[in-house]
């Protein structure tokens, strides 16, 4: 278990499609090694999600964190998941957007509208193929990691920069309503 270093901005890993993993290589201890120390920096840092690149490896590998339901007391929207080689289907055109920050773009938050709800395809850590509906805000947390394996991170997917703030910005004068804005 360890702390990996974060790719940040620039870096050309950051830019690369990631290669996906062969189905026979997701159990082996290199592959289950990076997923654990891609957990422990995840919370070191305090991601919601992070994906392979963004710790110079780059496959098509993400992980997110457990995600608290703040209208429920103590329940989650979505439990900690692995992602191996996955891929995304919109099932609607409504969208949502949020305010999103990334690991590899240290210290900004924008408003990035993303797709309200998609099928996410792919396979778990143990190599089981995961195929499920995932709707709000973990759906937005798949659709970032996803571009972190297609080379894109969400200054790319801002249509306006006019939100882009820096977090002691933010949290000053937009975090108040920063929820969840209809597009
Ligand atoms: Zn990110």
Redesign the pocket.
């Known amino acids: 278990m360890a702390i990996l270093k974060v790719a940040r901005l620039g870096h050309p890993v950051l830019r690369r499609i990631a290669d996906p993993i062969e189905p026979g290589r997701i159990k082996s201890p290199d592959i289950q090694r990076l997923i654990d120390d891609m957990f422990d920096t995840m919370a070191e840092y305090g991601?919601v999600?992070?994906?392979a690149p963004?710790v110079h490896s780059s496959l098509q590998l993400l992980v997110t964190e457990e995600i608290p339901d703040p209208d429920s007391d103590g329940g989650y929207l979505a439990q900690r998941s692995v992602v191996i080689n996955p891929k995304i289907t919109f099932l609607t055109a409504e969208e949502v957007a949020y305010f999103?920050?990334?690991?590899?773009?240290p210290d900004f938050r924008g408003r990035v509208p993303r797709i309200r709800r998609i099928r996410l395809q792919g396979f778990d850590r143990d190599g089981n193929s995961i195929d499920r509906e995932v709707e709000g805000f973990p759906a937005v947390v798949y659709q970032?990691?996803v571009?972190?394996l297609n080379g894109i991170?969400?200054l790319d997917r801002m249509k306006d920069l006019s939100t882009l703030a820096y977090q002691l910005e933010f949290d000053r004068y937009w975090a108040a309503h920063a929820g969840e804005v209809a597009d």
């Open positions: 991601g999600g992070l994906a963004q999103e920050g990334c690991l590899s773009v970032h990691e571009d972190h991170v969400f």
